[in-house]
């Protein structure tokens, strides 16, 4: 198991950019697979973006591609979502999440069993 802890959220203009941050907890955090989700008011909670083990490889949602960035630091135990370019669309809470024992990502939300918190992001119009 790892502990995640999300934060960088918080409230931006269309257009403008975040950059949320989730610390892990573990000296096993280099051999989970991450990713980003978010979850808006009344909807179903939704793959954004993903990362391999390594940082070697990616995925990203079609409604995120080319303006979100995934990224891991494993020296920190961190990963990152840049977020440029945002809409009011983008706004929703955000969730980092890991697979325990996968070096590889999945888009699918119950194949992660460790979950942060949440960061929430406002975009306002």
């Known amino acids: 198991q790892v502990q995640l802890v999300e934060s960088g959220g918080g409230l931006v203009q269309a257009g403008g950019s975040l950059r949320l941050s989730c610390a892990a907890s573990?000296?096993?955090?280099?051999?989970?697979?991450m990713g980003w989700f978010r979850q808006a008011p009344g909807k179903e909670r939704e793959f954004v973006a993903a990362?391999?083990?390594?940082?070697?490889?990616?995925n990203y949602a079609d409604s995120v591609k080319g303006r979100f960035t995934i990224s891991r630091d494993n020296a920190k135990n961190t990963v990152y979502l840049q977020m440029n370019s945002l809409k009011p669309e983008d706004t929703a809470v955000y969730y980092c999440?890991?697979?325990?024992?996968?070096?590889?990502?999945?888009?699918?939300?119950?194949?992660?069993?460790?979950w942060g918190q949440g960061t929430q992001v406002t975009v306002s119009s």
């Open positions: 999440a890991a697979i325990s024992g996968s070096f590889y990502y999945s888009t699918r939300v119950h194949d992660y069993d460790n």
């Open positions: 573990g000296r096993t955090f280099s051999s989970y697979a």
């Open positions: 990362v391999s083990w390594n940082g070697g490889s990616t």
